[in-house]
């Protein structure tokens, strides 16, 4: 990340334009096909969590603490070890670390597909190379943590599929590997889009792809958020 951009836009409010990036939020919004490889819902167990990283994680909690099914949403830091995992550390794009959130779900109501699905429709530009945005840097790389064999023949499935299609114009960046830690970021980093809805970086950059969830796949769509906190 470009972290002295992030930092004055926190600092003096100033606002990001789409036009810095290909991958404006905005422009996220085209539906997509189904995963034709997916879990079965009818035997599932209660609850599931997958962990992935696409952009600011402010936007990716955001989007999916407004999809039915999920029950929590924390944002964090994957691919690197815990005595980096600080935003402080992260930011240096030095750690191997992404900013990622982990979902937790009941994927009796949504599946890990339908999560894909969400995540390369709305919730980031997946054909967008460690940037997301007006943020560059290998910490904002498009990636998904895989849990369980299963979570990854779903999701290499998904990409061959999404690609074949043609459904990008350029080819999918994403990449895929097994998930070897996530750890919580700073309390000030969860709900932030919830907590913030007239920050700047949120009103350009976040609040356009909760739209285009909205838009694109209202039976999926809840008004009311799960929190990681109560309010």
């Not at 191997?96 to 009796?108: L, M, N, Y």
């Not at 790389?141 to 979570?151: H, L, N, T």
């Not at 998930?179 to 920050?199: C, M, R, S, V, W």
């Amino acid at each position: 990340m470009l972290r002295t951009f992030r930092t004055l836009i926190l600092a003096a409010g100033v606002s990001t334009l789409c036009g810095l990036s290909s991958a404006c939020a905005s422009e996220l919004n085209k539906p997509i096909p189904a995963a034709a490889v997916d879990e079965p819902k009818a035997g599932a167990p209660a609850s599931e969590t997958a962990v992935i990283a696409g952009g600011c994680f402010w936007g990716m909690q955001g989007v999916f603490e407004h999809v039915k099914g999920v029950t929590k949403v924390v944002a964090g830091y994957s691919g690197g070890s815990r005595s980096t995992a600080t935003y402080d550390m992260v930011t240096t794009e030095t750690t191997g670390h992404a900013e990622s959130v982990q979902i937790t779900f009941d994927p009796r109501v949504v599946s890990f597909g339908e999560i894909l699905r969400v995540y390369f429709a709305v919730a980031h530009d997946p054909t967008q190379l460690n940037r997301q945005g007006p943020d560059s840097g290998t910490s904002y790389r498009s990636e998904i943590f895989v849990a369980s064999p299963m979570q990854e023949k779903i999701a290499k499935a998904y990409v061959a599929q999404l690609d074949a299609a043609h459904i990008f114009s350029a080819p999918i960046v994403t990449k895929i590997e097994k998930l070897n830690g996530f750890y919580a970021a700073e309390d000030y980093h969860q709900d932030f889009l919830i907590k913030n809805p007239t920050y700047p970086y949120i009103v350009y950059n976040d609040l356009p792809k909760i739209t285009a969830l909205q838009r694109v796949f209202p039976a999926m769509y809840r008004e009311k958020p799960v929190m990681v906190a109560a309010r």
